[in-house]
């Protein structure tokens, strides 16, 4: 994987190239895990889900559900905010024909852990993907047979929520796999859990 980012700056100079940093505030409430940067979308501009069609729906329905303010842009001076939410990945650097091998996999687990270590407010994760599901249930503690990926599923574990969502890529929209307003639902109870436990609160 670091040749791969190697020869990409050397293709690409002027793209970021680099493991990409989480996007949001450590104490939001919300955190959403995605697969590895995209060669075209995070991986060139820096900031996930940034650059690319999975970031148009993305942040769109973080938008639409208030877990973003301002204008997407496509790029990362364009002003956007998270609200209570942050924005990160299972894989942290581009993988080749962005499909990370299981060693590239386990190997950024445990930036993934840390940085759910370190989100004191969290109550609920949104993992965009199998693979994300996956890696994420490691960090949890949770065996799969316990909570089985499906999209729209939620599975809890403590005071924590798990909410599983197709990946919101154009392979996956372009073929029906996922639709928007399938994206949108798992965001819509992501929205009235929060809210939920703020008026109980």
Known sequence: ?????????LREPTWFNSPVPSFGDPKARLL???LAPGMQGANR???PFTGDYAGDLLYATLLEYGFAKGVYQARPDDGLTLIDCRIGNAVSCVPPQNKPL??????????????????????AIVVLGRVAHDTTLKVLGLRAAEAPFAHGAVHRTGALKLYDSYHCSRY?????????DMFRSVFAA????????SAGS
């Open 1 to 9: 994987m670091v040749s791969f980012r190697e020869e990409a700056r």
């Open 32 to 34: 959403i895990v995605g």
């Open 45 to 47: 501009t820096g900031r």
């Open 102 to 123: 299981p060693v590239e996999i386990n190997t950024c687990r445990r930036y993934l852990a840390a940085k759910i270590e370190t989100m004191q407010n969290l109550h």
């Open 172 to 180: 996956n929209t372009n073929t029906g796999v996922l639709t928007p």
């Open 190 to 197: 992501v929205r009235a859990d929060l809210d939920k436990r």
